[in-house]
């Protein structure tokens, strides 16, 4: 699996299928990713992009320019993704979105990586950037 996946799944705010943005504890923070796109750049500064749907799935570019898919889901409160590992079983991640959060905002997030913390910059940004 790509060092990016690895990072990438162990994200927790950054994918199964949802039944409504509503369910999230802060809706607003994840419309604004759903309408936008999030970039999250690790410590190291390698840089994973976000395309979230509403219909609970997801799209991943590397900073490779690598894609994948996966999906997002709420899960006792907490904005979950999961992706497929290099293995086809899915790596799963969850964590709580800041509330209030919306295009041009970002946040630091603390991520666990296969067992190593890393700080993370999470962004909202327009799609079209």
Known sequence: MHRWRRWLASVGFVAGCIASVDAIADSE??????ANKVESTSSDGVVITLMLQADGS?????????EGAGTWTEKDGQFCTSVPG????????????????????SWQQEI?????SQASTVSIVAKDQ
């Open 29 to 34: 923070t994840l419309s604004a990713m759903i």
């Open 58 to 66: 997801l799209k991943s570019i590397g900073p490779d320019g690598s």
């Open 86 to 105: 290099a293995d086809g079983i899915a790596i799963e991640s969850c964590g709580v979105l800041p509330a209030g959060k919306k295009l041009g905002d």
């Open 112 to 116: 666990n990586a296969n067992g190593e």
